[in-house]
């Protein structure tokens, strides 16, 4: 196996894991992840072949791979289900439901400039309201199913 392949495969492996737990929207989109791992390898080769030690080569390469996948809109959301509404399901139901409400919620992340640091923001207390209470309301109007 060649260089570039295994540093793909490597690179798919990290990215994939990334994008199945915080960012379930991007999990499958092929155009997606083919032009990161892409990017992310000829980064780690430039690198390397500028003369960069390998510790430098991943750093460089993860930058180029992770870029604006800091700041998750599943993640705050599974987070809210967490901590505010675990008293109403079994544990083994909070993501299936975080799940749910996504599509439910994403229109609220239009109303904000989320950046990599956003969650850090004092912005980010006042999404994770409204988020809150748009749950809390779909919840009322459609219960737990």
């Known amino acids: 196996m060649?260089?570039?392949?295994?540093?793909?495969?490597?690179?798919?492996l990290r990215l994939q894991e990334l994008l199945n737990t915080s960012f379930p929207e991007k999990a499958h989109d092929e155009k997606f992840i083919n032009q990161r791992l892409s990017w992310a390898a000829n980064a780690y080769e430039g690198a390397f072949s500028s003369g960069n030690l390998v510790e430098q080569c991943n750093e460089i390469a993860d930058y180029i791979l992770?870029?604006?996948?800091?700041?998750?809109?599943?993640?705050?959301?599974f987070q809210i289900v967490c901590n505010e509404f675990d008293t109403r399901m079994a544990d083994?139901?909070?993501?299936?439901?975080?799940?749910?409400?996504?599509?439910?919620?994403?229109?609220?992340?239009?109303?904000?400039?989320?950046?990599?640091?956003?969650?850090?923001?004092?912005e980010f207390d006042e999404l994770y309201t409204e988020?809150?209470?748009?749950?809390?309301?779909?919840i009322e109007e459609n219960g737990l199913q």
């Open 2 to 12: 060649d260089t570039q392949q295994k540093d793909l495969s490597y690179f798919r």
């Open 66 to 77: 992770f870029e604006g996948l800091h700041f998750s809109k599943f993640d705050t959301i």
């Open 92 to 122: 083994e139901e909070l993501r299936p439901f975080a799940l749910k409400m996504f599509p439910v919620c994403e229109p609220i992340f239009a109303n904000y400039e989320l950046t990599d640091d956003f969650a850090y923001g004092y």
């Open 131 to 138: 988020l809150t209470g748009t749950i809390a309301i779909w």
